[in-house]
């Protein structure tokens, strides 16, 4: 089974940049769906990007033009470059895998980004 780790979470300030990673423990060639979501506390977990087969991506409106999702096949790694944070960017960041045919997916632990000044 293919697990998910996510790194590069921390503390930043309002207007800096993180980059979180989600290192596979598999291969991530061919995997329909590769996705980025978040969680404030108290709240549902809520679609960031997303990058499917194909390379198309897909963005939740608020963080389009700041955020962008790539992927290393050869590294099996997600990407989520944030630019431009907001203290509403402010959550903890799941990494999640969606395979159509077998149907499964994944879950990362999750890592939590603070912006705050």
């Known amino acids: 089974q293919v697990q998910l780790v996510e790194s590069g979470g921390g503390l930043a300030q309002p207007g800096g940049s993180l980059t979180l990673s989600c290192a596979a423990s598999g291969t991530i060639f061919g995997i329909n769906v590769l996705g980025w979501y978040r969680q404030e506390l108290g709240k549902q977990r809520e679609l960031v990007a997303a990058?499917?087969?194909?390379?198309?991506?897909h963005y939740e409106d608020s963080v389009k033009g700041r955020f962008t999702i790539s992927r290393d096949t050869a590294k099996n790694t997600v990407y989520l470059q944030m630019n431009s944070l907001k203290p509403e960017d402010t959550a903890v960041y799941y990494c999640?895998?969606?395979?159509?045919?077998?149907?499964?997916?994944?879950w990362g632990q999750g890592t939590q980004v603070t912006v705050s000044s």
């Open positions: 999640k895998a969606t395979n159509f045919r077998p149907h499964w997916v994944r």
């Open positions: 990058i499917i087969t194909g390379n198309s991506t």
